[in-house]
């Protein structure tokens, strides 16, 4: 193999599955460790101080939003605000229904709306019901690109339909999809048949550091987002649940969050989370703008000297995700690529990094009609705040040469 550098540089590239805390952020959740430690639910001084943060951080987090205060829910995770949405209404709901959502989501949507098609994993309150028939779900195909059309949601939508959940922007491809033109469509509809369903649930939490999150522009009425993914620290998130969405807890105990998440708030979590939220729509556009350069520098260096590449998902623009490059190198196991940049310091993904430990393909490439070998041959390069041209210049000194290697002893094979 090639020979190793004298220094080996550290270049970061999966921003989509984790980012590092801001330094401004940190500095914020400090004191919340062990000077302001108060429950926010207890009637000291200490637990009164917590809970006139908390207030404020809420009031922070729905200014982003451009909602009310009321209306965000703190969760742990961007999995549990999901959870909460889709379970949440479901248990709301008189009788079982129908659901609509795509093939190209989260698992941690895919997750819940399968078990309420399989109805017995149905959180509590539920199973006592004698048909065991579950839900209906339908999920809407992308085209080749891995884009969405709204005319195909509201096409979807029957009588019977309570929910409607579809991705921002697709944490594998980058895809971005037509929500707010989804949310209006729904509107109308709601209005044309005097219906308060389908409710409208979106997961924004790759967006959140790029895209406009003003949930009366979006015109939806649950939106998730996390910490993690806007430099903010991990086991935070929230739920925005609209004015009137009557949703059903899935975590019961002692009532906290309008009790509709109980359990002692993590203050630090949050304070982190309401800081990092506010830097990321505060530089959204700077950033935005800066991140693209940086992918389209790197995919026009990457199509001069490594021949039969393609890009997954849409091309670089409006359509796609700015700090998102999927690239399939046929010929070879993108793991075994993984591996090798690894070695040379340089970290990325073969997709999902919540599910980067199995031996599955990707569901998101294999809705876009890619072959096994194809979904098997293709990494995700996410980009953020540390990365830079000359990191870009150094993956190439050394990618180049891995990919003809590793070409040549896939052929042996």
Not at 171 to 181: D, F, L, Q, R
Not at 215 to 224: E, G, S, Y
Not at 378 to 387: E, L, Q, V
């Amino acid at each position: 193999m090639l020979p190793k550098p004298k220094k080996i540089q550290t270049v970061y590239l999966d921003h989509a599955a984790a980012t590092p805390v801001d330094k401004t952020v940190f500095s914020a959740m400090k004191p919340f460790f062990s000077e302001q430690y108060g429950n926010p639910s207890s009637l000291h001084t200490l637990g009164q101080t917590a809970d006139k943060v908390l207030s404020d951080c809420r009031a922070r987090v729905a200014k982003c939003l451009g909602t009310l205060s009321e209306n965000i829910i703190f969760t742990s995770s961007g999995t549990e605000s999901d959870n909460l949405a889709i379970y949440g209404i479901a248990k709301s709901s008189q009788a079982k229904g129908h659901i609509i959502s795509t093939a190209i989501e989260h698992d941690a949507v895919l997750g819940p709306l399968k078990q309420l098609q399989n109805w017995a994993c149905l959180p509590a309150g539920r199973q006592s019901l004698p048909d065991r028939q579950g839900w209906e779900i339908t999920y809407i195909q992308p085209d080749r690109n891995g884009l969405l059309r709204s005319e195909d949601v509201i096409q979807a939508i029957r009588p019977d339909t309570i929910l409607v959940s579809v991705m921002y922007a697709n944490n594998e491809i980058g895809t971005i999809a037509p929500i707010a033109e989804i949310g209006r469509k729904i509107l109308q509809y709601r209005k044309q048949n005097n219906s308060m369903y389908p409710f409208f649930h979106t997961d924004a939490c790759q967006a959140a550091g790029y895209l406009d999150l003003s949930v009366d522009k979006l015109h939806v009425d649950l939106m998730t987002i996390n910490s993690s993914k806007i430099y903010g620290p991990k086991g935070a998130a929230m739920l925005y649940v609209r004015n009137g969405v009557p949703l059903k807890p899935i975590l019961v105990g002692g009532g906290q969050e309008k009790k509709l998440r109980s359990g002692t708030e993590d203050l630090p979590g949050i304070v982190g989370f309401t800081k990092a939220l506010e830097l990321a729509q505060k530089n959204k556009d700077k950033e935005s703008k800066r991140v693209q350069n940086l992918t389209t520098y790197f995919l026009t260096a990457l199509k001069k000297v490594v021949p039969d590449i393609s890009l997954n998902g849409p091309e670089i623009g409006e359509d796609r995700l700015c700090n998102n490059l999927n690239i399939n190198f046929s010929g070879l196991e993108a793991e075994a690529l993984l591996l090798y940049l690894n070695e040379y310091g340089v970290m990325c993904s073969v997709g999902s990094a919540c599910s980067s430990k199995t031996l599955e393909t990707s569901h998101v490439l294999r809705a876009l009609g890619l072959s096994y070998q194809a979904a098997q041959g293709s990494i995700r390069f996410s980009f953020g705040k540390s990365n830079s041209k000359n990191q870009i210049d150094y993956i190439m000194k050394y990618l180049p040469k891995i990919v003809e290697q590793l070409r040549e002893v896939h052929k042996i094979k």
